[in-house]
């Protein structure tokens, strides 16, 4: 993967992680890299580093709101060793599954903007190129879906994001859509826990 623990590629992420980190002495507040198996069969890939999870933990959707859902979900398909990721050091393990984001960097409200997805996207072209055992992948939220086809090398419509929606790509690879299971979705149900459920009862049946 091209310099990314060390990328500084986004001025405005940059600029705001500094100052992040000023508040927030004991906080990762870097790129934060992928989390899982380098063999999984299953990559998940969502927005953003959240404020106080993966930006304080250095691990994809751990410690936050968001990785609720996601873990137990994880969990109860049998893609994880546990139902709760808490931090770096807490021993969970995913099992043929591997978690990544978008965007590597916190983005200020949460919120990326294009450029920003733009120029982080040749670090997912390089973990799709080095994940040719990555048939599957599962994209949370419009935005990593876009994410998925612009490192696919496809245009931003090829395929319309849905909820639920499968979609087969020109490499083979399998796309799956949900939505994000931030704190948003879930309390506003958006996203159900049967939903997200439905999305990964389908996953496991392509695999």
Known sequence: MPKLQSCTDCPRLV????????????YHCGPVLPFGDPLARLLIVGLAPGLHGANRTGRPFTG??????????LHYFGFASGPESKSRDDGLEL???????AVKCLP???????AEVRTCNRHL????ADAPEAKIVLALGQIAHK???????????????????RHVLPDGRVL???YHCSRYNTQTRRL???DFHDVFQAIRAEL
């Open 15 to 26: 600029g705001f992680l500094d100052d992040v980190r000023q508040q927030h002495s004991g």
């Open 192 to 194: 159900t826990k049967a």
């Open 64 to 73: 936050d709101y968001a990785g609720i859902l996601l873990y137990e979900t």
């Open 176 to 178: 799956f859509d949900s």
């Open 95 to 101: 099992r043929n599954c591997r978690i990544t984001n």
């Open 125 to 128: 072209v390089a973990e799709l």
């Open 108 to 114: 200020p409200a949460n919120k990326p903007e294009p």
């Open 147 to 165: 994410a998925v086809l612009m490192a696919s090398g496809m245009k931003q419509g090829a395929y319309p994001f849905a909820h639920a929606a």
